[in-house]
């Protein structure tokens, strides 16, 4: 019985979504469709969409879930989606999306209505902004948090252990010692632009 209700789903619920989070160490962040086409032939069973438009996204979703990838479209980097929830709307209508990730917890916590996968992203510019987001916890809406710059092990571990939602370092990872940094700091996974550290 619990096959046929995975079955009927339009993609993995949040707790398979966070197992699948903890077999993926490095989910690959796609800028251009150039780098999309490579990602596709890749080991990665997450991808992050930072780039296109209202016009394309559906397009560039559907290859991802042709090639059986979870498909996470950034709301905040694709051209002609208003900060709205009739934007969420269309991606969830419109499009084969697995979920969203965007600064804006509005957005978010309306993804999450509509019964996508979603992950709030954070920028840890300074100690008012990491208090903010601590302020923020449980986040309830968000099936993940990611924390942006991702090379900020004393800060991911200060995070990981005042939430209990799963950590994605992402932003200036730059090689496998970043890498490695983060994981053992707490994070389930980095998001990174650089294929090469799939390898």
């Known amino acids: 019985m619990e096959t046929v209700i995975l079955q009927k789903k339009r993609h993995p619920g949040p707790e398979l979504f966070k197992e ?13 469709m150039e780098g999309l086409e490579i990602c596709l032939a890749k080991d990665c069973g997450i991808i ?22 979870i ?37 978010v916590k309306y993804a999450k209505h509509r019964e996508l996968l979603t992950i709030q992203r954070f920028f840890v510019l300074d100690s008012l902004s990491l208090l903010n987001i601590e302020k923020q916890f449980p986040l309830e809406y968000a099936d993940a948090i990611e924390i942006l710059p991702g090379v900020m092990p004393k800060i991911i571990r200060k995070i990981t252990e005042n939430s209990k939602k799963p950590i994605i370092a992402g932003g200036l990872i730059s090689d ?3 890498v490695r940094h983060a994981l053992n700091a707490g994070a389930v996974s980095v998001s990174t632009t650089n294929i090469g550290l799939l390898s």
């Open 48 to 69: 992050f969409i930072l780039f296109g438009d209202i016009v394309t996204i559906p397009g560039i979703v559907a290859k991802i879930k042709e090639a059986k990838k």
């Open 176 to 178: 496998q010692e970043d």
């Open 71 to 107: 498909a996470m479209v950034h709301m905040d980097l694709i051209d002609g989606l208003a900060s709205k929830d009739i934007a969420v709307d269309f991606l969830a209508g419109q499009t084969r999306a697995d979920g969203v990730l965007s600064t804006k917890p509005s957005l």
């Open 20 to 32: 699948l989070l903890r077999k993926t160490p490095v989910i690959l962040a796609v800028k251009s």
